[in-house]
């Protein structure tokens, strides 16, 4: 089994305000079949597309925003990790994440980031079951070539991720652990452009939604 884990303990300050609250706009593909009667958020959708009989662990770390988001997301208290440290940036969140999860109880973790939210259920699946083919690999989507999120990483690699400085220089971080496994990655090729999407202003999530509008009034 393995831990979701997601990462939505940033300031948003490009954004100016919450990415986990957000709402999820229904014109994005990957909203169509996951859809329920109520407006989704960021993490909600992410919550919900990660539902999966091969997920037994939920976890949300949280950081600038955790008191806003815990009144806004029902989850259970044990799904919420508070990072302390959110302002030493989302390494500090994912050891956090590691540090909460309970011994031998997970063979790997999802790693989603809430800025990444573009995401269906049918590609959380696809990569739940290229893992459990090989539980000693990192899975990581591609969209014609490029690498994307979410990740699953074996729980072989936590004590590595653990290891990781959090003074790292933010684009290194847990990139250093997938560098030094180069070997043991699994790329997944799939269609969907979110993986490589990061909402994290305005203007980006404006860009994503027109082209989702178009991509769907000239399917």
């Known amino acids: 089994m393995l831990a979701v884990v997601i990462l939505a303990a940033g300031e948003s300050r490009r954004m100016g305000q919450p990415k986990a609250l957000l709402p999820f ?5 990957s909203a169509q079949s ?6 989704q ?8 597309v990660t539902r999966h009989p ?9 950081g600038a925003h955790a008191e806003e988001i815990r ?3 029902k989850l259970q208290n044990d799904a919420i990790v508070v990072n ?10 994912l050891q956090a994440a590691i540090r909460s999860l309970p011994a031998e109880k997970t063979e790997g973790m999802l790693v989603c980031l809430v800025d990444h939210p573009l995401i269906s259920a049918q590609l959380v699946s696809l990569l739940l079951e290229t893992f459990e083919r090989d539980k000693n690999k990192i899975v990581i989507p591609t969209y014609h070539g490029k690498r994307g999120h979410p990740v699953i990483f074996p729980s072989a690699l936590y004590a590595e991720l653990l290891a990781v400085r959090e003074d790292a220089p933010e684009n290194i971080g847990a990139r250093a652990v997938v560098r030094a496994h180069a070997a043991d990655i699994v790329e997944v090729p799939v269609e969907e452009e979110g993986i490589v999407l990061n909402l994290n202003d305005p203007a980006t999530l404006a860009s994503a939604q027109q082209r989702a509008g ?3 009034s000239s399917g």
């Open 25 to 29: 706009p229904e014109n994005f593909p």
């Open 34 to 39: 996951q859809r329920t009667q109520t407006a």
């Open 41 to 48: 958020t960021f993490l909600e959708h992410l919550i919900e």
């Open 54 to 62: 091969r997920t037994n662990i939920l976890r949300v770390v949280v």
């Open 71 to 73: 009144a806004r997301v």
């Open 84 to 93: 302390e440290n959110w302002e030493k940036g989302q390494l500090s969140s």
């Open 214 to 216: 178009t991509l769907r």
